[in-house]
């Protein structure tokens, strides 16, 4: 995992990824897609200069790994080129590059923040 290639916020519920456009001058949006692990999640935020995405945890093909002191979510950014054939119908799909998402909370403060959020909604 390059730290340089995305800017990743992580908190109790959503990690944030934000990439520099100026980071992938070869994006081309006409003819490639971004997505995370599953295509259906797309970036919530796009502009000439940043990509953002806002996952909620254990969202969009994010997968967890748990240990007794830990738990990290795990997901990734896709850039893919969609290549037309014929018809729209007949199209490939290439994926050009992938940037890993690795969030990491200690378990035992994730689980007491979590704890506290449900009690709160209860009252």
């Known amino acids: 995992f390059d730290k340089r290639a995305a800017a990743i916020e992580c908190d109790s519920e959503f990690t944030t990824v934000t990439l520099e456009r100026t980071k992938y001058p070869w ?3 006409e ?3 971004i997505h995370l692990n599953n ?17 909620p945890l254990g969202a969009c093909g994010s997968r967890h790994i748990t240990s007794p ?14 290549d037309y ?14 940037i890993y998402i690795l969030c990491k909370y200690k378990r035992t403060d994730f689980l ?4 506290s959020q449900k009690k709160k909604r209860l009252l």
């Open 85 to 98: 054939h014929l018809s729209y119908m007949e199209k490939d799909m290439k994926t050009l590059m992938e």
């Open 27 to 29: 994006f081309n949006p």
């Open 39 to 55: 295509p259906v999640c797309q970036p919530s935020f796009v502009n000439t200069t940043h990509v953002r995405f806002n996952i």
């Open 112 to 115: 007491s923040e979590s704890i």
């Open 69 to 82: 002191k830990k738990i990290i979510f795990i997901n990734r950014v896709l850039f893919v080129e969609e």
């Open 31 to 33: 003819r490639m897609s």
